[in-house]
């Protein structure tokens, strides 16, 4: 069975999430917009919080060498840490010395914002069998292009499907439907955020005649409501 992965930086709602999830992941846009300024104090609070499942915060250096210092400082903080390094600095440039120096060092590594065949065979190639990681398939950004995501998610699990400490991770999820999507690809686990894992606690196949009735009196109801007359 596909893990289910939390994406949220709001310490309350990944609480509430908690018994329904294997792992939470988290990035500095989510991190702003939960309001947070210190970075590192939110981070821990999260190990804190929950010290049995994965986690994985981002580094947010340019520099390369910066880029291996930062994740460096962010793998110490927890045996459950992944530190997420993005697949290409914001020149274009390939992360992959950054993710080989790291991953070959004993760190984990969340290797994120993998769109392409290519970007999955760069990041691949860079990883070595002997310390778990990732690879993050931004399936909802690729789907948000009109492309259909599953082949790269497809491509990504044959990619490591030799490897024993590589998972694959369908991210940016859009629908509870990707949940179903992201198994049949083969993908280890999926993120998905808190508005959509409670759509998916609460939908998760309910029978479609009661929804279509439901959906009727929603309409109903809103019309009654609003006070309508023709």
């Given at each position: 069975m596909i893990k289910l992965y939390c994406d949220s930086a709001d310490l309350n709602e990944m609480r509430e999430m908690e018994k329904y999830v294997q792992g939470f992941t988290?990035?500095?846009?989510?991190?702003?917009?939960?309001?947070?300024?210190?970075?590192?104090?939110?981070?821990?609070e999260i190990i804190k919080n929950f010290p049995d499942k994965p986690v994985s915060f981002e580094i947010f250096e340019d520099n390369f060498d910066e880029m291996i210092e930062q994740?460096?400082?962010?793998?110490?903080?927890?045996p459950n840490v992944y530190v997420k390094i993005p697949i290409t600095d914001t020149h274009g440039n390939y992360t992959t010395p950054v993710i080989e120096a790291l991953n070959t060092c004993g760190i984990k590594v969340n290797v994120t914002a993998?769109?392409?065949?290519?970007?999955?065979?760069?990041?691949?190639?860079?990883?070595?069998?002997?310390?778990?990681?990732i690879i993050s398939i931004f399936a909802g950004r690729i789907a948000d292009t009109g492309r259909d995501p599953f082949q790269t998610a497809q491509f990504a699990v044959d990619g490591v499907m030799d490897s024993d400490n590589c998972?694959?991770?369908?991210?940016s999820t859009r629908e509870v439907l990707n949940i179903q999507q992201a198994y049949g690809a083969g993908c280890n686990i999926i993120t998905v955020t808190p508005d959509?894992?409670?759509?998916?606690?609460?939908?998760?196949?309910?029978?479609?005649?009661e929804l279509s009735l439901d959906t009727v009196k929603m309409f109903y109801n809103d019309a009654s409501a609003a006070g309508y007359t023709l």
């Open positions: 988290t990035n500095p846009t989510l991190m702003r917009k939960a309001g947070i300024l210190d970075y590192e104090k939110a981070c821990k994740a460096m400082i962010i793998d110490s903080w927890g993998i769109l392409t065949k290519p970007q999955v065979m760069r990041a691949a190639m860079a990883l070595t069998d002997d310390t778990p990681s998972e694959v991770l369908w991210a959509l894992l409670k759509k998916w606690i609460t939908m998760k196949g309910k029978d479609l005649t």
